[in-house]
């Protein structure tokens, strides 16, 4: 890729995954060229590249479009990311060689901005726990989990879990995340597993089901700081 799609690519990506682009948004190759400052070739090298990543569908003669996550691609994201996340959590126990100080100042780090939570906090927990859960894949593989794993969290659904959350669940994830690290800092690997598909399939369910007919553009927008305390 040229430096000029190279750059529609990352910007654009970044759009899409925060949600600022949401599913079923039209991407217009001029108006995207215009935004970015560029020529239509580069972005439509951007388009076709986001396509692979599977975050943009190409439709033969209306253009491009933001993915929609029907409830089955979830099902299907999250079945993915118990087989191969549960693995390097296993891996990552019985290697003993996991950074687990690093793992345990993420976990303080994310439990901080709990007590003055707001938009911007939300983002930077869903930052750290994309940080939290890579760091773990790093330690269960060396190159080939990792990327794998990239696809099936790199999405904006799974992004953005944190912002569905109660401070309940969001005090829940955290405890299974340290208890991970328990895991993780034991050796025991069965531990480690098993933490992690409870921790997923908590993610998973915390996400409900779509309603027919409806799309992430329908849905109801993440209830405040305020809202979710008084849960």
Known sequence: MSQAATRAYSDLRQEILTGARPAGTRLREEEL?????????????????????????????????????????????????????????????????????????????????????????????????????????????????????????DVPLVRRTFHQYTAAQLDRSFAQHRELVDAIAAGDGDWAHAVMQSHLRAARASLGRTPPGTSDADSPAPRTPGERQGQ
């Open 33 to 153: 060229a215009e935004t970015f400052g560029l020529s239509r070739t580069p972005v439509r090298e951007a388009l076709r590249r986001l396509e692979s990543d599977g975050l943009v569908r190409l439709v033969p003669h209306r253009g491009a479009e933001v993915v929609r996550f029907e409830d089955e691609d979830v099902d299907e994201l999250f079945d993915l990311r118990c087989l191969l996340e549960s693995h390097a959590a296993r891996r990552a126990a019985e290697r003993g060689d996991t950074d687990v100080a690093a793992l345990r100042e993420l976990c303080e780090r994310m439990e901080h901005l709990l007590h003055d939570l707001d938009d911007s906090g939300y983002e930077q927990i869903t930052r750290l726990n994309m940080e939290f859960h890579r760091a773990v894949h790093r330690a269960g593989g060396r190159r080939l989990l990792p990327d794998l794993l990239s696809r099936v969290i």
